[in-house]
């Protein structure tokens, strides 16, 4: 029986099996809205049979986008053109499919160019915008934040408390707090970027008060059968930086405040750092803060090969498992994961013929039935 295929219940949530979209920004919405790009990718992404399909990092204010393409959920626009592709989506997926978003604020990274169009700081008549941080420290040659007030952090708190309504009402079942990657939430927790004086700098106490604020503001506006969780860091790679036990010390906050799971990453923070990527790079974070704090954990990072997702799994190194770039490039991988691994899968049977006819895991089944 595989592990990677076998069901998990968050909350009050039950997943079909332990494969995730990893959320991806498409840099393709306008003013936040999604449109028939995102259309097609999350019908694609949901067609693939993943158990939980999370949706890019999504704005929870204007100046919380990245770039001018970045999803948001800030407008009455936003909530319309979201709630269309999502309702698309849902038709063609199989059931029992969870609709996950990331909600997000660029802070620091903010009024950056689409990365194919050079990924810099937005050039006056680029329609560039204040950017946001905990300290007034530019990313490299980014544009310097503002160092944000108690005014600007209230503001963008109720921000992610509305953005975690609008994605209730949306009926999405998992809700992701983005604290990861050198965006806004990250900047506060790292001493590299958070330099602050207040009760919001310093300590490691200090730098988690404003995220674990967020997450308390979201946790009780939002119902308990909600997953709730957050992508967070493992280690910012630097020696003066968040390390496994300072990462592990805030999944066991968050874990306190009634979060279900951290998907653990790494990196983003600050430019130029040497990263040992290869498979699986991230993976001892994961297992190391799953181990610290007893908290569902999701590992991602070069994971690519089936029985290497499945020995995660079964040997409870991670309870779930995310995939970005090996679903863009095959976003039917959950199924060829499920024939590697003799599981069962549901397949919608108007795609059968283009796989093995004898194929032993294929069971057919309407998408959304
Ligand atoms: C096109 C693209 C967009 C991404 N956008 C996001 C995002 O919106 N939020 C996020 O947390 N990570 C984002 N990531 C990072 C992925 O979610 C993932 O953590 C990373 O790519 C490592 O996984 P992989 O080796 O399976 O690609 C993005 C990655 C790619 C390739």
Not at 68 to 91: E, F
Not at 150 to 163: G, S
Not at 172 to 180: D, F, G, K
Not at 317 to 336: K, S
């Amino acid at each position: 029986m595989s592990k990677l295929f076998s069901p998990i219940r968050l909350a009050g949530q039950d997943f079909p099996n332990r494969i995730v979209v990893a959320p991806m920004c498409q840099y393709s919405a306008d003013d936040g809205s999604a449109n028939e790009w995102h259309l097609q990718n999350l019908m694609n992404l949901g067609m693939s049979g993943a158990g939980l399909v999370m949706l890019e990092a999504t704005a929870v204010e204007r100046p919380g986008r990245i770039t001018h393409g970045c999803l948001g959920l800030y407008s009455d626009n936003n909530i319309a053109a979201l709630d269309r592709v999502l309702k698309a989506a849902r038709r063609v997926s199989p059931a029992g499919t969870k609709w996950g978003i990331q909600i997000a604020h660029s802070g620091r990274k903010g009024s950056q160019q689409r990365p194919w169009e050079g990924g810099a700081a937005i050039q006056p008549g680029e329609d560039p915008w204040q950017t946001f941080g905990p300290s007034a420290l530019p990313f490299g040659d980014w544009h310097t934040p503002r160092e944000a007030s108690l005014d600007d952090m209230a503001r963008i708190r109720d921000a992610f408390v509305e953005t975690a309504k609008r994605s209730v009402d949306l009926g999405l079942e998992v809700i992701e707090l983005h604290c990861a990657h050198g965006y806004l939430l990250h900047e506060f927790l790292s001493p590299l970027s958070n330099q602050r004086t207040d009760k919001y700098g310093g300590s490691p106490e200090n730098r988690m008060r404003f995220p674990l604020e967020v997450a308390r503001a979201v946790r009780e506006a939002v119902p308990g059968e909600l997953v709730f969780g957050a992508r967070i860091t493992g280690t910012d790679w630097h020696e003066e930086g968040i390390d496994l036990e300072e990462a592990a010390t805030f999944a066991s906050a968050l874990k306190a405040v009634g979060l279900d799971y951290v998907c653990v990453s790494s990196g983003g923070l600050v430019p130029g750092l040497k990263i040992p990527v290869e498979a699986g790079y991230q993976l001892s974070y994961a297992a190391g803060i799953k181990e610290r704090t007893g908290i569902a954990t999701r590992a991602v990072g070069m994971i690519a090969d089936p029985h290497q997702a499945e020995e995660i799994i079964a040997s409870g190194q991670a309870d779930m498992v995310a995939l970005a770039r090996g679903l863009i490039d095959n976003p039917r991988w959950p199924w060829h994961a499920a024939e590697a691994l003799g599981a069962e899968m549901t397949v919608p049977p108007q795609y059968l013929r283009g796989h093995a006819p004898n194929w032993p895991g294929a069971k057919l089944a309407r998408p959304g039935s």
